[in-house]
């Protein structure tokens, strides 16, 4: 079916907004015992998942706001996770990764801050990407837990409140819990671009909380504006641990290895996150980073 000019518009600016960066109004700050008992408390959801990984995700809606939180098991140290993300410039390598993310730039002033230029599946100019501000902030960084913060106030299409949380503690020698947060105010613009979404590009994708039951037994995801969070929380975990995977390399050698990294991780649950071939993917996103090294 032909979409009209008009919903493809719309449909692009949400794309721009949402699928790129759907974070955060505030969340509650929590501390490294409190971290330490959620994660004892998901023991059993941790084992038992679609996601074939200790991984936890949940999402909500409330009215005007979405909320999506991920915890994570990973195979690293807590030092090494430590040192990878409370860096801006580490966190524009780990930002690049997503489809819609078309550049990254972190400045070391103060207040602290990264520009993100959101915009379409596809290699376009900057200048047709919109740009997001935001505020970046370590709001604790010690022995046993790390907390980064980073807000927005306002984005395109009445969104607002945008903050995205990452805490992490170590739960044994080489292994950490992660976990990431995000959520965002909207209002009528943005609520109607998300319906024209849904009922048009977006219409037959799907989450992975599983609401219900076939007869044949398959399961059936979260559909809408859910599972639209759901797909990006993974997509901005997986970049995470793309980046972790690689961090131990030459410099020289990182890039490539999470790119492949996280389009590999992406094809794994290729039901709710399949947007383009490898080539297609690998080739645009070196096009991406090389433009990021010389801005």
């Known amino acids: 079916m032909r979409i009209p000019s008009l919903a493809r518009a719309i449909a692009a600016a949400f794309f721009a907004v949402t699928l790129s960066l759907s974070l955060p109004s505030p969340v509650v700050a929590q501390d490294a ?43 690293h140290s807590y030092a090494t996770v430590q040192q990878a993300l409370v860096s801006p410039e580490h966190w524009c390598d780990i930002l690049i990764l997503h489809l819609n993310v078309k550049r990254c730039k972190a400045s070391s002033g103060t ?30 960084s010690t022995a046993d837990y790390l907390q980064v913060l ?4 306002e984005g395109p299409l009445s969104t ?3 903050r995205i949380q990452v805490e992490a503690v170590p739960i044994e020698a080489k292994r950490t819990v992660i976990h990431m947060s995000y959520a965002y105010g909207y209002g009528f613009a943005a609520k109607m671009a998300t319906q024209t979404y849904l009922s048009t ?11 219900d039951k076939k007869p044949d037994g398959k399961p059936v995801y979260q559909a809408g504006v859910l599972g639209l969070l759901e797909r990006n929380t993974m997509r901005y975990y997986l970049a995470i641990d ?10 020289a ?14 094809e794994r649950y290729a039901q709710q996150l399949h947007e383009m071939d490898e080539a297609e993917y690998l080739d645009m996103k070196r096009k991406e980073m090389r433009r990021q090294r010389e801005s």
């Open 201 to 211: 590009l977006g219409s037959a994708k799907v989450g992975f909380t599983v609401v």
């Open 150 to 153: 980073l807000s927005a106030d």
């Open 242 to 251: 793309a980046y972790l995977s690689a961090y131990a390399l030459p410099a």
């Open 253 to 266: 050698e990182q890039p490539e290895k999470r790119i492949r990294e996280w389009y590999a991780s992406t």
């Open 160 to 162: 607002k409140n945008y």
């Open 111 to 140: 207040p602290k801050t990264i520009a993100l230029n959101v915009g379409r599946k596809f290699d376009q100019p900057i200048e047709d990407a919109y740009q997001l501000n935001f505020n970046y902030r370590v709001a604790t």
């Open 33 to 75: 015992a409190t971290l330490k008992a959620r994660t004892t408390s998901l023991q059993d959801k941790f084992v038992n998942n679609q996601f074939g990984r200790p991984l936890v995700l949940e999402s909500k809606e409330n009215s005007g706001d979405l909320k999506g939180d991920v915890y994570a098991i990973v195979d």
